[in-house]
């Protein structure tokens, strides 16, 4: 029997060992992509800023084609006036 065989035994836990596995799994996965797991609050500071921020980038996206839309229907409607006054004034 390999050792590999013994990897995929069911293994009993108790729940605090249970409880404290997933703490440790949690802590090393958050740990590892970034998070500072000793100062939770700020953290949660952090998070709450990028939220803000992601809002405010939203915001500004859809302001910015509001404004570019209505340049481009100004624009048009500039051209097509002027046309109309040179077809006119002939």
């Known amino acids: 029997m390999s050792e590999n065989d ?14 404290d596995l997933v703490k440790e799994t949690v ?3 958050l740990t590892g992509v970034g998070f500072d797991m000793r100062n939770p609050l700020e953290m949660q500071q ?23 839309v209505g340049t481009i229907m100004v624009g048009s409607i500039s051209i097509l006036w ?9």
């Open 46 to 68: 952090d998070l709450a800023y990028l939220h803000e921020w992601r809002h405010t980038s939203e915001s500004i996206k859809s302001r910015a084609i509001m404004v570019s």
């Open 6 to 19: 013994n990897d995929n035994q069911p293994v009993v836990l108790s729940k605090s060992q249970l409880k």
């Open 27 to 29: 802590t090393e996965t």
């Open 82 to 90: 002027l046309g109309i006054k040179a077809y006119l004034s002939k």
